[in-house]
T-cell receptor
Framework: SQQGEEDPQALSIQEGENATMNCSYK?????LQWYRQNSGRGLVHLILIRSNEREKHSGRLRVTLDTSKKSSSLLITASRAADTASYFC????????????FGAGTTVTVRA | NAGVMQNPRHLVRRRGQEARLRCSPM?????VYWYRQLPEEGLKFMVYLQKENIIDESGMPKERFSAEFPKEGPSILRIQQVVRGDSAAYFC??????????????FGEGSWLTVV
């Protein structure tokens, strides 16, 4: 079964606006990661947040993690057309930390 | 340092044929993972291999699918007697060591299999 589930399924915003997407998961995790996938391409690793961290920044990306709610959010600030992609969260399954569980993703479209 | 290399990028097979997907991990990486992505879905774990060993194949269908990572050469994901439902993107990933040591997993560009 899917561990991570993203919300919303799709998001359309104007260039310059912020994009926020959420991820919920079911069981305890070691780490949560966010990936980007452009259409027809592989996954690009964006950011990893450990279970003992609450917030992490990388450039225009901000990730939060709330282990009590088993949820994470990814915020992309000042979006650009090049941010158009699908975004996935992935969690590892406790002792089997090599086995990442992905949600179905959030498809983000940034309109110029 | 080249990334994870997968080939072919696109493969078309008729039902009943065999598909072989190859993956060369990043230099220095001895851990390889295969994931499958069905249309409009996230990636699903298939198998985890280290050199000459299958560590976890719990995500592999019981029949027709096999994977290997020989001492020399790339990792191979083999699908025998393909069916339409095998049409998907197959992603390989690699890491230098076990993930709980803080290593990051790196994905290749994927192999898109279409079964006609």
């Amino acid at each position: 079964s899917q561990q991570g589930e993203e919300d919303p399924q799709a998001l359309s915003i104007q260039e310059g606006e912020n994009a926020t997407m959420n991820c919920s998961y079911k069981t305890s995790i070691n780490n949560l990661q966010w990936y980007r996938q452009n259409s027809g391409r592989g996954l690009v690793h964006l950011i990893l947040i450990r279970s003992n961290e609450r917030e992490k920044h990388s450039g225009r990306l901000r990730v939060t993690l709330d282990t009590s709610k088993k949820s994470s959010s990814l915020l992309i600030t000042a979006s650009r057309a090049a941010d158009t992609a699908s975004y996935f969260c992935a969690t590892d399954e406790g002792s089997n930390d090599y086995k990442l569980s992905f949600g179905a993703g959030t498809t983000v479209t940034v309109r110029a | 340092n080249a990334g994870v290399m997968q080939n072919p990028r696109h493969l078309v097979r008729r039902r009943g044929q065999e598909a072989r997907l190859r993956c060369s991990p990043m230099k220095g990486h001895s851990h390889v993972y295969w994931y499958r992505q069905l249309p409009e879905e996230g990636l699903k774990f298939m198998v985890y291999l280290q050199k000459e060993n299958i560590i976890d194949e719990s995500g592999m269908p019981k029949e027709r699918f096999s994977a290997e990572f020989p001492k020399e050469g790339p990792s191979i994901l083999r699908i025998q007697q393909v069916v339409r439902g095998d049409s998907a993107a197959y992603f390989c990933a690699s890491s230098p060591g076990v993930l709980h040591s803080g290593n990051t997993i790196y994905f290749g560009e994927g192999s898109w299999l279409t079964v006609v």
